[in-house]
């Protein structure tokens, strides 16, 4: 009986210690550069580069496949709008990625702007049904700065049979944003600048200016430092929240323009804060202006504006 016992305690303790192994190694958000490169021997990793290609050809971090970010981009009358799903297959095979793949974008650090990439490839990323994924916190920028080895080595690898299936949970459609307008039951995060917000300027495939009625402008880089492209502590960014019209109890839908900028505070909000319910509208407002419907607009300047 003692044996037993024995055998029963060890047993426990081993389960346990595997238990915290796991949860050690659990995918973060946010990963330092120190910290993936911890991981770089690790076979389930995939560091997934999505600078141009030149960019990538003059060094990369050892490993890292190419990606460049216009591939993961919609067509140019609307870039935000997310790519049919048998092209996102076909992209994610070609990079070997499953649902075992601890996926690390990465981008080139250069600003706020740039950070957005990183954010809008990892949500198309979770959109596609991976779980276990990262951004490299001020991406290829923080790498050099840390010293860290950089190689011009080509990347092969054997491409998947990963067949993914898009999480609409995720995905807030202009249908859906209609009709949490009309409801008043959403709150609408409006990442971009002041100017685009209160209708001063618009994006070249915005048919008009202004924004979403009763969206509230929390601007994409409000969660860095000024002048950084390194995102902020999870304390801060939580002040950052707090001094925010945020409501983590509503379903909350971030747009832009063309859902890059909204990439960033879906992350911020979504990843970093754990705020359930955050959706990102892919389309934004260019989406919204070029609606045939004629959906209402917010801060829209009148025909001696324009």
Not at 83 to 91: I, Q, Y
Not at 197 to 209: L, Q
Request: glycine share 6%; with cysteine; net charge neutral.
């Amino acid at each position: 009986m003692q044996r037993l016992k024995t055998l029963i305690t060890v047993l426990s303790l081993g389960l346990a210690a595997a238990v915290t192994t796991v949860s050690a190694f659990a995918a973060q958000p946010l990963l330092t550069p120190k910290e993936l490169q911890a991981r770089l021997t690790d076979p389930n990793l995939r560091v997934i580069d999505i600078r141009d290609p030149k960019s990538y050809a003059a060094g990369h971090i050892p490993g890292a496949v190419s990606a460049p970010y216009a591939q993961w981009r919609g067509p140019a009358a609307n870039p935000g709008e997310l790519l049919a799903l048998p092209k996102l297959t076909t992209l994610v095979q070609a990079l070997g990625l499953t649902p075992a793949t601890h996926a690390v974008v990465v981008s080139s650090g250069a600003d706020a702007t740039d950070f957005g990439s990183s954010a809008r490839v990892y949500w198309t990323l979770k959109v596609l049904g991976l779980k276990d994924l990262s951004v490299l916190n001020g991406g290829v920028k923080a790498w050099s700065d840390a010293q860290l080895a950089q190689n011009n080595e080509a990347v092969k690898i054997a491409a998947s049979s990963f067949q993914p299936q898009l999480d609409e949970s995720l995905i807030a459609s202009t249908e859906e944003v209609a009709q949490h307008v009309k409801a008043k039951d959403a709150v609408l995060i409006d990442a971009r600048p002041a100017a685009f917000f209160n209708g001063e300027t618009r994006a070249p495939t915005a048919k008009v200016a202004g924004t979403l009625p009763d969206a509230v402008n929390l601007q994409h880089d409000k969660w860095f430092a000024p002048g950084s492209a390194t995102f902020m502590g999870a304390e801060q960014a939580k002040q950052v929240a707090a001094s925010s019209q945020l409501d983590p109890g509503k379903e909350t839908v971030s747009f832009c323009n063309t859902g890059h900028w909204a990439a960033t505070n879906w992350f911020a909000m979504s990843e970093v804060l754990g705020q359930k319910k955050v959706k990102l509208y892919p389309g934004s407002m260019t989406a919204w202006s070029q609606d045939p419907n004629g959906l209402p607009i917010a801060n829209a300047p009148n025909r001696a504006q324009q």
